[in-house]
């Protein structure tokens, strides 16, 4: 697939037999010359977290699932994301990180704000997110407070599950985004020493 890409793309381009070809660019300019709705949803789909619902990213990019299902099948026949079906319950990812990364390393600043921004209100309203990809999206949004609510109740997710790791990282983070009421922060850091004395009490446990 990929030495198809960067055929293509000398070929297409005329490129010179000593330039150095880089797959991102070439992927990045065939993503460029889609239809402007088209790579609106390609890249919603390359900034968020891993799988996303097709219902979802419909919602983030303002459009009804059925003319999101058309842009859809286009990608998908071209390689550039996969699905798990057509339906609306049904996941879309890129096709490979290699294609995330292209999109990511092209837009500006504040496109992905944007764009992030938009992923994090349509994931809310589905009402069944991963508080840590909202954490992500709100923080990649500029919007410390909202990531910081959502890090907090990651961490509490990760506690309840006994994995002390993921919830001393994520009270960390908690701590990181949001600057908190003094009352607040040592409640936060209460927790945090707990979750990191509950990791060190597992780490010496003999076998």
Request: aromatic letters at 6%; glycine letters at 2%; one cysteine or more.
């Amino acid at each position: 697939l990929f030495i198809d890409e960067l055929v293509r793309h000398r070929a297409l381009n005329n490129s010179g037999q000593g330039e150095v070809l880089s797959l991102e660019d070439a992927l990045w300019k065939r993503a460029s010359d889609l239809d402007p709705a088209a790579r609106q949803v390609l890249e919603l789909v390359a900034l968020s977290s891993g799988k996303i619902l097709q219902q979802t990213a419909a919602r983030a990019a303002e459009m009804d699932f059925d003319r999101f299902s058309k842009l859809i099948a286009t990608l998908r026949v071209a390689h550039l994301v996969r699905t798990r079906g057509m339906r609306a319950s049904d996941s879309v990812e890129p096709f490979h990180d290699r294609i995330r990364v292209a999109v990511r390393a092209h837009l500006d600043r504040d496109t992905i704000r944007n764009h992030h921004r938009r992923l994090a209100v349509a994931l809310e309203m589905s009402g069944s997110a991963d508080p840590e990809a909202l954490m992500v999206h709100w923080q990649e949004a500029d919007d410390a407070s909202r990531a910081a609510d959502y890090a907090q109740i990651a961490a509490e997710k990760a506690w309840k599950a006994l994995a002390f790791d993921r919830a001393a990282q994520f009270y960390q983070a908690c701590i990181d985004l949001n600057p908190h009421s003094v009352a607040d922060k040592a409640e936060i850091l209460t927790k945090l020493g707990n979750a990191l004395a509950h990791l060190s009490a597992v780490a010496v446990v003999p076998r």
